[in-house]
């Protein structure tokens, strides 16, 4: 079929009989085949911008990187303007599943020469090849692209997406160019991946002044009310984050139209708005309201969160085995579901303060789930709440000899040793094994400043702590901050921090027995 459809694109020129010669040379999985139709077509219409794409496009799947130059020459030749920015835009996945990503970077430079210095198409040609070299693993390259790209132009979008992809490998130098760029008129999009970006980062008193700015320059853009409304809710803002999150759902409901290629991920994002709402108004003391929340969820994927939020639910009214039973009740129609249901109540038993009961559960449980370590660090945060310290330290010294890269053990048993005085040095080796994992960690850089306290450094450890306490201002590490101030003579400054922490959770242990302890009361 396929010698006979070349056969009749050569005798009739036709471009759609040659393509569909390629097409069936592919079906073959014969891309020689393939490239030799579509050679053929070229040369047959040598203005054919479709056979030069094919004939591209097929020299990468075959990873010849090194013949690609010239028909990456001949797609770039035949745009202009717009069209030439997307065309460059669109090279760095062209070649993104090519062995030899060097080579493929200077082949993108080459074929670029003319258009790395033009102030219209250099910024998105810098990106293109920074984003190559990225790949590549070259991103002392990469910065050095963005770099050049923003010397054309600083307020470029394509700049600032290469800039926030630095970000992760060179964000100190990369920080200066994304800042630049939103000090102009960022894309909303782009401005909200830079957001997650500090939010991952725990920079979440930064994430919150820019979604402020997102939300007053933008407030027609959805998603930016989503993620401040979630913001809101962590930090215990209830009537704010309702706001913003009813916000997003009339936004939503009035963007996503039936077939919109974005309408799947704005149902997954509703669900999790309409989730938030039924919190808000469960902890308001509306559970019928709340209720009017789930009922609107109509997806089965999310069946099991909906069922876990009717327990707590069912929990705040003192019907805890009925709350457990909706749990284990739910049917599991998803691979992780049996994990997440069994983490779902061994949480609403730490909620309540039944911790013997958690602990038991996840002590029954985890010979099913022998390699999930975030459970077995579960089940070691409950030894300490059920005070057996030595089996705290025997199951977070299993998590990690079986799993070295679960930072948050390094820190917990750290932590553990400083918080009774015992074995600072290897308390302080422990956490910031665990800061090597996640620097800006505000916990782990509390847990830090509490080994400097139990040493006695206490300027350190308020450095420390007011850093931590910048990352996020938690009621523990307010405790911790204003029992270094109390013992600095800075009573004041520490009642301050206390009050101000009280405001957020009044029912926090640690910074209430921190209170009694010191001051006696507030």
């Given at each position: 079929?396929?010698?006979?459809?070349?056969?009749?694109?050569?005798?009739?020129?036709?471009?759609?009989?040659?393509?569909?010669?390629?097409?069936?040379?592919?079906?073959?999985?014969?891309?020689?085949?393939?490239?030799?139709?579509?050679?053929?077509?070229?040369?047959?219409?040598?203005?054919?911008?479709?056979?030069n794409?094919?004939?591209?496009q097929?020299?990468?799947?075959?990873?010849?990187?090194?013949?690609?130059?010239?028909?990456?020459?001949?797609?770039?030749?035949?745009?202009?303007?717009?069209?030439?920015?997307?065309?460059?835009?669109?090279?760095?996945?062209?070649?993104?599943?090519?062995?030899?990503?060097?080579?493929?970077a200077e082949?993108?430079?080459?074929?670029?020469?003319?258009?790395?210095?033009?102030?219209?198409?250099?910024p998105?040609?810098?990106?293109a090849?920074?984003?190559?070299?990225?790949?590549?693993?070259?991103?002392?390259?990469?910065l050095?692209?963005?770099?050049?790209?923003?010397?054309?132009?600083?307020?470029?979008d394509?700049?600032?997406?290469?800039?926030?992809?630095?970000?992760?490998?060179?964000?100190?130098?990369?920080?200066?160019?994304?800042?630049?760029?939103?000090?102009?008129?960022?894309?909303?999009?782009?401005?909200?991946?830079?957001?997650?970006?500090?939010?991952?980062?725990?920079?979440?008193?930064?994430?919150?002044?820019?979604?402020?700015?997102?939300?007053?320059?933008?407030?027609?853009?959805?998603?930016?009310?989503?993620?401040k409304?979630?913001?809101?809710?962590?930090?215990?803002?209830?009537?704010?984050?309702?706001?913003?999150?009813?916000?997003?759902?009339?936004?939503?409901?009035a963007?996503?139209?039936?077939?919109?290629?974005?309408?799947a991920?704005?149902?997954?994002?509703?669900?999790?708005?309409?989730?938030?709402?039924?919190?808000?108004?469960?902890?308001?003391?509306?559970?019928?309201?709340?209720?009017?929340?789930?009922?609107?969820?109509?997806?089965q994927?999310?069946?099991?969160?909906?069922?876990?939020?009717?327990?707590l639910?069912?929990?705040?009214?003192?019907?805890?085995?009925?709350?457990?039973?909706?749990?284990?009740?739910?049917?599991?129609?998803?691979?992780?579901?049996?994990?997440?249901?069994?983490?779902?109540?061994?949480?609403?038993?730490?909620?309540?303060?039944?911790?013997?009961q958690?602990?038991?559960?996840?002590?029954?449980?985890?010979?099913?789930?022998?390699?999930?370590?975030?459970?077995?660090?579960?089940?070691?945060?409950?030894?300490?709440?059920?005070n057996?310290?030595?089996?705290?330290?025997?199951?977070?010294?299993?998590v990690?000899?079986?799993?070295?890269?679960?930072?948050?053990?390094?820190?917990?048993?750290?932590?553990?040793?400083?918080?009774?005085?015992q074995?600072?040095?290897e308390?302080?080796?422990?956490?910031?094994k665990?800061?090597?994992?996640?620097?800006?960690?505000?916990?782990i850089?509390?847990?830090?400043?509490?080994?400097?306290?139990?040493?006695?450094?206490?300027?350190?450890?308020?450095?420390?702590?007011?850093?931590?306490?910048?990352?996020?201002?938690?009621?523990?590490?307010?405790?911790?901050?204003?029992?270094?101030?109390?013992?600095?003579?800075?009573?004041?400054?520490?009642?301050?921090?206390?009050?101000?922490?009280?405001?957020?959770?009044?029912?926090?242990?640690?910074?209430?027995?921190?209170?009694?302890?010191?001051?006696?009361?507030?």
């Open positions: 079929a396929y010698a006979l459809m070349l056969d009749a694109g050569r005798k009739s020129g036709s471009e759609k009989v040659f393509e569909r010669a390629v097409e069936l040379g592919l079906r073959a999985r014969s891309a020689d085949a393939a490239l030799d139709a579509a050679r053929a077509w070229q040369r047959a219409v040598p203005t054919s911008r479709a056979a794409r094919y004939v591209l097929i020299l990468i799947g075959l990873n010849r990187v090194s013949d690609t130059l010239e028909p990456l020459r001949r797609e770039l030749a035949g745009t202009a303007g717009t069209e030439r920015i997307s065309t460059i835009g669109l090279l760095p996945r062209y070649y993104a599943r090519v062995t030899d990503k060097t080579l493929a082949q993108i430079e080459t074929a670029l020469t003319t258009d790395l210095s033009s102030k219209t198409t250099g998105a040609a810098w990106s090849l920074g984003m190559m070299r990225l790949q590549a693993g070259n991103a002392a390259g990469a050095q692209a963005a770099q050049k790209g923003a010397a054309l132009n600083p307020r470029s394509e700049i600032a997406v290469l800039a926030l992809n630095l970000l992760d490998t060179q964000a100190a130098q990369a920080q200066p160019l994304v800042d630049v760029y939103l000090a102009g008129k960022p894309l909303p999009d782009l401005q909200m991946a830079y957001i997650r970006k500090l939010i991952a980062s725990n920079r979440l008193s930064e994430a919150r002044l820019q979604l402020a700015t997102l939300t007053e320059r933008n407030p027609a853009f959805a998603e930016g009310w989503l993620m409304g979630s913001l809101q809710l962590q930090d215990s803002l209830l009537g704010e984050a309702e706001t913003s999150l009813k916000r997003y759902l009339q936004l939503a409901g963007d996503t139209a039936p077939g919109d290629e974005a309408k991920e704005t149902e997954r994002s509703t669900v999790q708005a309409l989730l938030m709402l039924a919190q808000i108004a469960d902890d308001t003391n509306k559970p019928a309201e709340a209720e009017a929340y789930l009922v609107r969820i109509n997806s994927q999310d069946a099991l969160r909906v069922q876990i939020r009717r327990a639910m069912a929990a705040r009214q003192g019907k805890m085995d009925q709350a457990r039973a909706l749990i284990r009740l739910t049917p599991e129609a998803q691979a992780d579901d049996a994990r997440a249901k069994l983490s779902a109540e061994v949480q609403l038993l730490r909620d309540y303060q039944l911790n013997a958690a602990y038991a559960l996840l002590e029954e449980a985890l010979p099913r789930f022998s390699k999930d370590a975030g459970l077995l660090y579960e089940q070691a945060m409950l030894a300490e709440k059920i057996r310290p030595a089996d705290m330290e025997r199951l977070l010294r299993k990690i000899a079986d799993f070295p890269e679960y930072h948050h053990a390094y820190n917990a048993l750290g932590y553990l040793l400083a918080d009774r005085n074995r600072l040095p308390a302080r080796a422990l956490i910031n665990a800061l090597e994992y996640a620097p800006n960690d505000p916990f850089v509390d847990s830090l400043a509490w080994v400097e306290f139990r040493s006695g450094n206490l300027p350190e450890a308020r450095r420390l702590l007011e850093k931590a306490y910048g990352l996020r201002p938690d009621p523990e590490i307010a405790a911790h901050l204003g029992e270094v101030l109390w013992s600095l003579g800075l009573k004041d400054e520490a009642t301050d921090i206390w009050r101000t922490a009280q405001q957020s959770d009044k029912a926090n242990t640690t910074l209430q027995e921190t209170i009694r302890r010191l001051r006696g009361t507030l």
